[in-house]
């Protein structure tokens, strides 16, 4: 039974499109995450949402919009698809602050044509 | 600012033998977490070891072991008995306070047979 699961893996769209990433955790977790992992494999924070409310929103565009119905969701959706938003997109989780560390999903690879 | 360092884009080892990958990170927080993840070709983001800063003890879990030295802010991997398996991108990470997680920029480790 997979504890933080995305979905799709893989989104392949074009630019000017609208898409949403679903992320879901079955760990009991109070905390999830959104990061970014770009060509260089280097991995950013882009929200954190602790029991639904927004933690950390870091320097994204507005095109971005992060929503969780309940503890156990964080979607992310992205407006006006432009390439540089290619990338591998990870949910995570984590009871508090993430002492010991944080659970990852298996990421979704977005391409953007 | 809190920031990690990992000088080294690639490493490579013999199977059976012992790698060491190198992490440094700066903080001027008092209580913080380390810790390494590893990323095989897969993508999914697996947790190897975590340390406490306040434990002066290095943390290991079987073949993996880390070399803690706080006051030079230093947090390195030692890698025994090198598997094929253990080829993958690995990534040390630091959590202070706050709902974030900070990664370097990763180290690829590739086994030779």
């Known amino acids: 039974d997979t504890a933080v699961s995305q979905t799709p893996k893989y989104l392949v769209t074009q630019m000017g499109n609208d898409k949403s990433i679903k992320c879901e955790q079955n760990?009991?977790?109070?905390?999830m995450y959104w990061y970014k992992q770009d060509s260089k494999k280097f991995l950013k924070i882009m929200f954190s949402?602790?029991?639904?409310?927004?933690?950390i929103n870091e320097t994204v565009p507005n095109r971005f919009s992060p929503k969780s119905p309940d503890k156990a969701h964080l979607n992310l959706h992205i407006n006006s698809l432009e390439l540089g938003d290619s990338a591998v997109y990870f949910c995570?989780?984590?009871?508090?602050?993430?002492?010991?560390?944080?659970?990852f999903g298996s990421g979704t690879r977005l391409t953007v044509v | 600012a809190q920031t990690v360092t990992q000088s080294q884009p690639e490493m490579s080892v013999q199977e059976a033998e012992t790698v060491t990958l190198s992490c440094t990170y700066d903080t001027s927080e008092s209580d913080y977490y380390l810790f390494w993840y590893k990323q095989p070709p897969s993508r999914q983001m697996i947790l190897v070891i975590r340390q406490e800063a306040y434990k002066q003890q290095n943390a290991t879990e079987n073949r993996f072991s880390v070399n803690f030295q706080k006051a030079a802010k230093s947090f390195s991997l030692k890698i025994s008995d090198s598997q094929l398996g253990d080829a993958a991108m690995y990534f040390c990470a630091l959590r202070t306070s706050g709902y974030a997680l900070n990664f370097g920029k990763g180290t690829s480790l590739l086994v030779t047979p």
């Open positions: 949402y602790n029991n639904k409310e927004l933690i």
């Open positions: 760990l009991g977790h109070d905390t």
């Open positions: 995570a989780s984590s009871q508090g602050q993430g002492s010991y560390g944080y659970t």
